[in-house]
């Protein structure tokens, strides 16, 4: 069992950064395949970055490709979600997930879930 805690939303303007981050509880924080989704009003879900439980393997949406660079603290029990350039339409809650295993696609399934973290770019 994991918990995990995001942390970091807010506003912002476009063309902004912001790095959110989401902690996780339990010591095996390292054999965990972990990804960030979010949620736009009226939208699904929709997956935006993955990272692999060494750290070595990391995914990008082609929507955030080129601006967004996920990396995790084995120390810390933390991944992160560092984003630059902000859109308008980066608008979203933003959900950091985890599956107890080392590699997965990143269609999941994902077994854990934060609350989410809302990040709103202004135009």
């Known amino acids: 069992q994991v918990q995990l805690v995001e942390s970091g939303g807010g506003l912002v303007q476009a063309g902004g950064s912001l790095r959110l981050s989401c902690a996780a509880s339990?010591?095996?924080?390292?054999?965990?395949?972990m990804g960030w989704f979010r949620e736009a009003p009226g939208k699904e879900r929709e997956f935006v970055a993955a990272?692999?439980?060494?750290?070595?393997?990391?995914y990008y949406a082609d929507s955030v490709k080129g601006r967004a660079t996920i990396s995790r603290d084995s120390a810390k029990n933390t991944m992160y979600l560092r984003m630059n350039s902000l859109k308008p339409e980066d608008t979203a809650v933003y959900y950091c997930?985890?599956?107890?295993?080392?590699?997965?696609?990143?269609?999941?399934?994902?077994?854990?879930w934060g609350q989410g973290t809302q990040v709103t770019v202004s135009s």
């Open positions: 990272i692999g439980g060494s750290g070595g393997s990391r």
């Open positions: 997930a985890a599956h107890p295993v080392i590699y997965m696609d990143v269609t999941g399934p994902w077994d854990y």
């Open positions: 339990g010591r095996t924080f390292s054999r965990y395949f």
